[in-house]
């Protein structure tokens, strides 16, 4: 049997992730839904079930309550009967989750538990990022003259810290792929005309229209790189609103080489998933690039867990990979995701020792960079609290 390096005593910083749902829920259909990045009915209701991570969790999360791994009504039922705090306080200790660094844009605000609420059930350090295309959205429902937007924007992401965030997220991957762009002012204005004109027709609008977004963008890079703050991409797995052909890290590669934005770090998360080789070359030659390896989110059996571990590992300095689970909604996911987490780290790292590349002593250090210490830096946390 090979080396396993027990990680268990290092309280997890959870470098992505989302607030807890304040009202949890009983019903099945609802409850199997989160287990699925599709769409599709037929997947949550037919094939959920089926799945490596739904059964893991399933079993685990009964064994935690007490309750028969295969009754699935007795479980929500106990659920909903302990309510979200309860349950944030039991989950999170047991699990030893330090501090959270929650993206706020998902789910929305008058569903999620409030942040003191989530710091008093959790213990945990809260800091929160603000999700750059909820914002701009929001903004030009609100300006019909492109210079005024261009203010508001410039507005927004000037002193973020100020106003209560400690970096950025985007998902333009979900709006127009992650080759951002830089375009001259007219194409962004007939842009902007387009949006507007959504606005004109539903009240809303969707961030699809690249010339504009792309802009929009590099205005809070440009205050992102002033600021020395992380700003996190989504990349890679998603639901299919991703066209993930244009979602794969690489597409990144012009904001590396930009020297303006050397000094924002920039995270890829969810491993990258399945790019996650290319997500471990990037942080191994960009110093400002980081690998976010997530183990709630996607819904991945453990053997690929690991897998993604070692390519991360294998390739990034230790030093540029972060933990995270990418928990949404419902606390077993932050729970499981961090003991999980800790295993597929500690075994990576155990191979690694056993194959004479690091002693124990190194692993650990490794394990804690990975764990707490690169987060807490990034974003203004406690080193190993709790």
């Known amino acids: 049997m090979g080396s396993f390096i027990d990680l268990s005593n290092i309280p997890v910083i959870d470098n992505h992730c989302h607030a807890v749902e304040a009202v949890q829920s009983a019903d099945p259909v609802e409850w199997l839904r989160r287990f699925t990045e599709s769409p599709d009915p037929e997947m949550a209701n037919d094939h959920v079930r089926h799945t490596a991570f739904y059964r893991r969790l399933m079993s685990r999360a009964a064994e935690f309550y007490g309750i028969a791994p295969d009754r699935e009504d007795e479980l929500?039922?106990?659920?909903?009967?302990?309510?979200?705090?309860?349950?944030?306080?039991?989950?999170?200790?047991?699990a030893r989750i330090g501090g959270v660094v929650i993206d706020t844009g998902y789910p929305a605000p008058d569903k999620a538990m409030a942040p003191a609420a989530l710091v008093e059930a959790s213990g945990a350090e809260y800091v929160a990022l603000m999700r750059l295309e909820v914002e701009f959205q929001r903004l030009i429902t609100l300006h019909d003259d492109f210079g005024d937007l261009i203010s508001a924007v410039g507005e927004l992401v000037t002193d973020l810290r100020a106003t209560g965030f400690v970096g950025f997220k985007s998902i333009a991957a979900y709006r127009t792929g992650l080759a951002i762009e830089r375009w001259d002012t007219n194409a962004a204005r007939v842009a902007f005309g387009q949006a507007r004109g959504e606005v004109a027709a539903s009240g809303r609008v969707r961030l699809g229209y690249?010339?504009?977004?792309?802009?929009?963008?590099?205005?809070?890079?440009?205050?992102?790189?002033?600021?020395?703050?992380?700003?996190?991409?989504?990349?890679?797995?998603?639901?299919?609103?991703?066209?993930?052909?244009?979602?794969?890290?690489?597409?990144?590669?012009?904001?590396?080489?930009?020297?303006?934005?050397?000094?924002?770090?920039?995270?890829m998360l969810h491993g990258c998933w399945p790019y996650f080789r290319e997500g471990a070359y990037l942080a191994a030659v960009y110093g400002n690039a980081y690998l976010d390896v997530s183990y709630?989110?996607?819904?991945?059996?453990?053997?690929?867990?690991?897998?993604?571990t070692r390519a991360a590992l294998g390739a990034a300095p230790f030093s540029k990979v972060m933990y995270s689970s990418d928990a949404v909604g419902i606390p077993e996911m932050h729970w499981m995701g961090a003991i999980e987490g800790r295993q597929a780290i500690g075994t990576a790292l155990g191979e690694m020792v056993d194959a004479g590349e690091l002693n124990q002593s190194e692993a650990r250090d490794a394990g804690r960079l990975m764990l707490n210490a690169t987060a807490a830096r990034l974003y203004g946390l406690s080193e190993a609290a709790r």
């Open 76 to 94: 929500l039922a106990h659920r909903e009967k302990l309510g979200a705090a309860a349950m944030v306080t039991a989950l999170f200790q047991d």
């Open 210 to 267: 690249k010339p504009l977004l792309d802009t929009l963008l590099h205005i809070a890079f440009e205050a992102a790189a002033a600021q020395r703050l992380p700003v996190q991409f989504h990349v890679g797995y998603g639901d299919p609103d991703v066209d993930i052909r244009q979602a794969s890290p690489l597409q990144l590669r012009a904001l590396f080489e930009e020297p303006a934005y050397r000094s924002m770090p920039i995270v």
């Open 296 to 308: 709630s989110i996607p819904f991945l059996s453990r053997s690929e867990m690991t897998s993604m």
